[in-house]
């Protein structure tokens, strides 16, 4: 699955407690660092009215959509409050050398979905 | 809660719809009917004049409802169907098909329709309004590259709409009777960056606007201004506000103001109704009553008077807020915009601000933003969490946009 990884960004290119947008064939991504600086990624944009989720506000492990308040929790996806109703996809994330890397299979297709 | 008890749902629109799903999601086990005259299923409509007028977006796509879950949740919907009586002391409605139902609870979310512009008591086939998706669906299909739109409110329905139509190749004109565009919801500042940036697109804006004449035959040809000029049209979109469907309240003995008054729980004068959305007339924190036509107050009032049906005694205190977004901006407001508060202003990127509403103890009450795209929503977001902290914030740090609202808030809460 190596060929699967791709560089998002420099570690330092995401503000602490906040989230880039990250386009990558054709598919857009969040990636998130949290506060004590652990990297995440999700699917870009939110599941209820398709808008890109980072450019609404990180609180702690929680993104919150820009135009309807609705909220998730970015370590695993899951949709905490309407109208956010349907979980989003999360993506592996590691640091390499100084560089934010993500891997396109998601965890639920690596079959290690949130439960 | 007995199986057996029927709750019924008036007005099938944000507000009911998402009544019904919340009741569902307490767990309600007994009937609900959903009714609307409208004859589709319960959908946002935010996109109605943007996405959705572009031709970028799909009726599903804006239901609160996927087919799926709409069966799952076992609600009847009685959709092209009016109720026209209620009788509040033996908890019947009378349908217009003349069928009667009995209810233990009833939600009244009847929602408003569009407020009629009166054309010398004449009929014009090129006149549109637009607040349900059959009306989006009809006005997009003459949003053509070079047609003529006038538009009568420089509102947020107009100017979204003269928005939209302009991307589409449209030459707009905005007709606005005030003296500045949305004056009633927005602060002078966001009234002028509107009017900036409609005009460096290209709609033509004329404001304290006078009509004088409508001139055409079955179609509307011109509108002739006080001052004399004519302005030649293909269309005319009226966006000049909502009229709340206050009627069936009002037989019924309701109390109504500007729409059906409620107390804090979101219950009507009468026992065992309710009301939400649109139509709802409610207290703020203030003390002042008033109605909101906002897509946060559909959602937030639906969710509270379904959860108090069920017998929950929740206070309804949501921070109220909107949105409006034109070409590539978008202004969002949170809170209230007092016309007595301190006022401070922070620069965002491009061009972007943002005003702070403070009290006299230096508690942020609004505020109102203005940027790129959802740029200025981050902190909106934290502005609404200053508001609900009712913190007494530091006013120099406010002032300084290298100051985060993050650092504010946190102090706050320190």
Known sequence: MSDQWVEVCHVDEIDEEDVIRFDHQQKTYAVYRSHNSEYFATDGLCTHEKIHLAEGLVMDFIIECPKHNGRFDYRNGKALNAPACVNLKTYPVKVEGGKVLLCTLSQEQQGLGAA | ?414
Not at chain 2, 54 to 62: N, V
């Open chain 2, 1 to 414: 809660m007995s199986a057996s008890e029927t709750f019924v749902i008036v007005g099938a629109g944000h507000a009911g719809g998402r009544a019904g799903l919340t009741l569902r999601e307490a767990g309600f086990t007994g009937r609900i009917v959903l009714i609307g005259d409208e004859a589709h299923l319960p959908y946002e409509r935010p996109p109605l004049s943007k996405a959705l007028l572009k031709g970028e977006s799909s009726l599903q796509a804006c239901s609160l409802f996927s087919e799926a879950s709409f069966i799952a949740s076992g609600i009847e919907h009685l959709s092209g169907v009016k109720v026209v009586d209620i009788d509040p002391a033996e908890h019947r409605i009378q349908l217009d098909s003349g069928v009667s139902l009995s209810y233990a609870k009833l939600l009244l979310a009847t929602g408003g329709q569009s407020r009629s512009l009166e054309l010398g008591g004449r009929n014009f086939s090129n006149v549109h309004y637009l607040r349900t998706f059959d009306e989006a669906t009809q006005l997009q299909q003459h949003l053509t590259p070079g047609t003529r739109l006038l538009v009568v409110g420089g509102g947020f329905i107009g100017l979204e709409v003269a928005s939209t139509a302009r991307d589409k190749g449209c030459e707009v004109t905005v007709l606005e009777a005030g003296a500045r565009l949305a004056a009633r919801a927005l602060p002078e500042r966001l009234s002028e960056a509107l009017l900036t940036l409609h005009r460096r697109m290209g709609v033509v804006i004329h404001l304290g606007a006078q009509i004088a004449a409508f001139d055409g035959a079955s179609r509307l040809a011109s509108i002739r201004l006080a001052t004399g000029e004519q302005l030649p049209c293909d269309l005319l979109l009226v966006g000049i506000g909502v009229q709340p469907n206050l009627a069936l309240a009002l037989k019924a003995g309701l109390a109504t103001g500007s729409g059906i008054k409620v107390d804090r729980f979101l219950q009507t004068s009468a026992p065992d109704i309710y009301a939400a959305g649109d139509v709802c007339e409610f207290q703020r924190a203030d003390g002042e009553f008033h109605r909101q036509e906002t897509w946060r107050n559909a959602e937030a009032q639906g969710r509270l008077a379904a959860l108090n049906m069920l017998g929950q005694q929740q206070t309804f205190s949501a921070v109220p807020g909107f949105w409006s977004d034109h070409f590539d901006f978008g202004l969002q407001t949170v809170g209230t915009l007092a016309p007595n508060a301190q006022v401070i202003e922070r620069e965002l990127a491009d061009a972007g601000f943002l005003l702070l509403y403070l009290d006299a103890q230096s508690r942020l009450q609004g505020a109102s933003a203005w940027g790129v795209g959802n740029s200025v929503a981050k902190d909106i977001k934290l502005c609404e969490r200053l508001i609900e902290s009712q913190s007494v914030l530091p006013m120099a740090q406010l002032a300084d946009a290298s100051v985060s609202l993050k650092g504010v808030l946190r102090g706050a809460h320190a």
